[in-house]
């Protein structure tokens, strides 16, 4: 019988998301085990991302997963002034927390959200949930590298514990004019170039990626129609939600990363390539170059099969039926959290 692969997920949940939609196809997986959620600063607050993280695992009767925090609002402060500068000057389209209130809106200090955290098992960090493991983990990381990175500084022999790490971001070629820059590696680039010159193997899924495998109406369409049961309606809503915010049109990211970690022969082509991160304030600051090497740890993913990866998007969403929901996906998306994300995206 085949091992099951054990993985965590390290995301910054936030709601419509790919990383919503990616965490509901890795909780079909049925050859691999989710052992743990980290919540990650990015997208929003850490703070706010753990209690968006609790809210789905208890939707989806998931509770038994133990949880990790991530690093507080407070490690990001220094950077919220140059960041929303970079907004306004058009170097970068989207600067996730930093574009919200000064602080966390909600955190586990909330009775309301206290309550729901009290039935999991949470842990201080991403390192605690790795050393927690028996045999060595698949490390999904939908959003920037921040949690991996401090595990990397207490702890440097923490990759022998680590199988592979997934993680979507950096870029392949960086424009000196026009730097369309990965958000994750910008959000925190010391992160990111501590994880890239780590002994840590590494299957990258960058920007460029995203931009060539696009969804379409026929997509969403298909989605919609394939959601019927409880959790394919939650996919398909937060899915639709995500095309009304983007188009049709939208990039497919973290799905991409679920997708070929539960199915790698959706991955055609791969280069051997190291990192260059830039440190230097101006249009790159933030940004990871893609070097090709003979020799590296880091596989960056050039070349996907469309046709299986779309088939296995709408096949797992037709399947989605283990997956049993407390309440209504209309219910989950009319919630206090989903609509506060909502009404972030502009929807």
């Not at 909600?106 to 390192?127: I, M, R, T, W």
């Amino acid at each position: 019988m085949t091992q099951a692969r054990h993985f965590i997920i390290d995301t910054d949940l936030n709601f419509p998301s790919d990383d919503l939609q990616a965490l509901l196809l890795l909780m079909s997986a049925k050859d691999a085990g989710l052992v743990g959620v980290s919540a990650c600063a990015g997208n929003t607050f850490a703070e706010e991302c753990l209690v968006n993280i609790a809210a789905l695992l208890d939707q989806t009767s998931m509770n038994h997963v133990p949880l990790a925090r991530g690093a507080s609002f407070y490690r990001f402060h220094f950077r919220r002034k140059n960041a929303l500068r970079s907004l306004d000057q058009g170097w970068v389209r989207f600067a996730g927390s930093h574009q919200k209130a000064l602080s966390p809106r909600f955190s586990s200090g909330d009775q309301e959200y206290a309550k729901l955290l009290d039935s999991f098992d949470v842990s201080g960090s991403l390192l605690e949930l790795i050393l927690r493991q028996d045999d060595k983990v698949d490390i999904l990381c939908l959003g920037p590298l921040t949690n991996l990175a401090d595990a990397l500084r207490v702890r440097p022999d923490i990759s022998e514990k680590i199988k592979k790490v997934w993680f979507m971001g950096a870029n392949e070629v960086v424009s000196r004019t026009d730097p369309r820059i990965d958000f994750n590696v910008w959000y925190d680039p010391w992160a990111a170039k501590a994880v890239f010159e780590s002994d840590i193997e590494l299957m990258v899924f960058p920007y460029e990626l995203c931009r060539r495998y696009r969804s379409d109406e026929w997509l969403v369409a298909r989605v919609n129609e394939e959601g019927r049961t409880l959790a394919g309606r939650l996919f398909a809503e937060d899915f639709s939600g995500m095309a009304a915010q983007h188009g049709s049109d939208m990039p497919l990211c973290d799905q991409l990363v679920a997708l070929a970690f539960l199915c790698p022969e959706v991955i055609t082509t791969t280069s051997a390539v190291s990192f260059d991160v830039c440190l230097n304030e101006g249009l790159c600051f933030g940004s990871a170059e893609a070097r090709a090497t003979n020799l590296s740890r880091i596989a960056l993913v050039t070349g996907l099969d469309e046709a299986i990866l779309r088939g296995r998007l709408l096949d797992t969403v037709s399947r989605l039926t283990q997956i049993p929901l407390r309440s209504s996906p209309e219910q989950f998306v009319w919630s206090r959290l989903y609509r506060i994300g909502r009404g972030d995206a502009g929807i």
